[in-house]
């Protein structure tokens, strides 16, 4: 009747019959509380406030450092939430023993490490008191596809799901990485010791972290190997 158009696909009848959720006032939207990880310093001037939820990707190339700085954010992680890291590419290895040393991680920090399929890892998330921040390295060993990424991602909801992907370049290697990068809240690219970081939490949006900090500066032409020697 008159301009009522249905949706493509589905009949007026059915539209009509269907429950919505409520849509949201302009004050509902301002007022609506959100719980975020409780970020200080230079981390809180990077990364912002984060929710709780949503993704995050990591990508660099080979030696720029990015295993280490895992371990270092999960370790500061650990401090507000447990984090699980499932290492489909490289655990059990000498690599992720050195990366956990220099990351400085020890006995205390709620840090759980573990090296399986995605099923066998959904299925251990699915689990009651799971962490509520986990990171997947890496993409291209998940075996995933888009359909497989949104399925586990709304899956979890309520958890941050940080996936590691190697590069092409500058950018993520494969369509699959690229793809999560403009669906992640918070991105993070490695190279030469450095992660820069482009937050939507942020207030400024971008900064960066040294993951080691004389090689970062060496690399990136502040310091020269002269100076270094003195």
């Known amino acids: 009747k008159g301009n009522e158009q249905p949706q493509p696909g589905i009949s007026m009848k059915k539209a009509k019959e269907l429950t919505l959720s409520r849509a949201l006032s302009v004050d509902n939207v301002l007022n609506h509380k959100f719980t975020g990880l409780p970020f200080e310093g230079i981390m809180h001037e990077v990364f912002g406030t984060p929710e709780r939820a949503g993704s995050w990707i990591i990508w660099g190339p080979s030696g720029s450092g990015k295993t280490t700085f895992n371990m270092q954010l999960a370790r500061y992680i650990s401090n507000f939430e447990k984090v699980i890291y499932n290492s489909l590419e490289?655990?059990?290895?000498?690599?992720?023993?050195?990366?956990?040393?220099?990351?400085?991680?020890?006995?205390?920090?709620?840090?759980?490490?573990?090296?399986?399929?995605?099923?066998?890892?959904?299925?251990?998330?699915?689990?009651?008191?799971?962490?509520?921040?986990m990171?997947?390295?890496?993409?291209?060993?998940?075996?995933?596809?888009?359909?497989?990424?949104?399925?586990?991602?709304?899956?979890?909801?309520?958890?941050?799901?940080?996936?590691?992907?190697?590069?092409?370049?500058?950018?993520?290697?494969?369509?699959?990485?690229?793809?999560?990068?403009?669906?992640?809240?918070?991105?993070?690219?490695?190279?030469?010791?450095?992660?820069?970081?482009?937050?939507?939490?942020?207030?400024?949006?971008?900064?960066?972290?040294?993951?080691?900090?004389e090689g970062a500066r060496e690399y990136h032409g502040e310091i020269d190997k002269q100076t270094k020697g003195q």
């Open 90 to 133: 490289e655990w059990p290895s000498s690599t992720i023993v050195q990366a956990y040393k220099r990351a400085g991680l020890s006995q205390g920090d709620k840090v759980l490490m573990v090296g399986e399929t995605m099923k066998d890892f959904e299925a251990r998330m699915l689990r009651k008191r799971s962490a509520n921040v």
């Open 135 to 213: 990171f997947i390295d890496s993409v291209k060993y998940t075996k995933f596809r888009w359909d497989d990424y949104e399925r586990f991602c709304k899956l979890f909801p309520g958890k941050i799901k940080i996936w590691i992907a190697h590069a092409n370049g500058k950018e993520p290697k494969g369509g699959l990485a690229e793809d999560i990068r403009y669906d992640s809240h918070v991105k993070i690219y490695t190279e030469g010791y450095r992660a820069f970081i482009t937050s939507r939490y942020s207030q400024g949006g971008s900064g960066y972290l040294d993951i080691w900090p």
